[in-house]
């Protein structure tokens, strides 16, 4: 019942930055936190970021924390992830995902729906 689609891959060098937005819609997605994966070929879903109870509060994966910022527009039921710095392995597709639980979870079994991913690409 929740439809999830990211948006913003792309190929970039080393250093450089991208913008990906994930835009939730469909019956009952307000009632949805939104997070963010990675999954790199050979490589299992990897946690990236995701919001607490508090809008506030924000949890991200030790390799991406400094570099990447996550953010979301409750207006328009959309998610950000603003990625700077970025390097090689952060090459993957980028998925955005949604939990019904407020609380955090880095866990991606706890998320119940996922978008179709976006693909990023960091070249040397």
């Known amino acids: 019942q929740v439809q999830l689609v990211e948006s913003g891959g792309g190929l970039v060098q080393a250093g450089g930055s991208l913008r990906l937005s994930c835009t939730a819609s469909?019956?009952?997605?307000?009632?949805?936190?939104m997070g963010w994966f990675r999954q790199a070929p050979g490589k299992g879903r990897e946690f990236v970021a995701t919001?607490?109870?508090?809008?506030?509060?924000?949890y991200y994966a030790d390799s991406v924390k400094g570099r990447f910022t996550f953010s979301r527009d409750n207006t328009q039921n959309t998610v950000y992830l603003q990625m700077n710095s970025l390097k090689p392995e952060d090459t993957a597709v980028y998925y955005c995902?949604?939990?019904?639980?407020?609380?955090?979870?880095?866990?991606?079994?706890?998320?119940?729906?996922w978008g179709q991913g976006t693909q990023v690409t960091v070249s040397s």
């Open positions: 995902a949604a939990r019904s639980s407020r609380y955090y979870n880095d866990s991606p079994a706890w998320y119940e729906y």
């Open positions: 469909g019956r009952g997605s307000a009632a949805y936190t």
């Open positions: 919001f607490g109870r508090s809008p506030s509060s924000i």
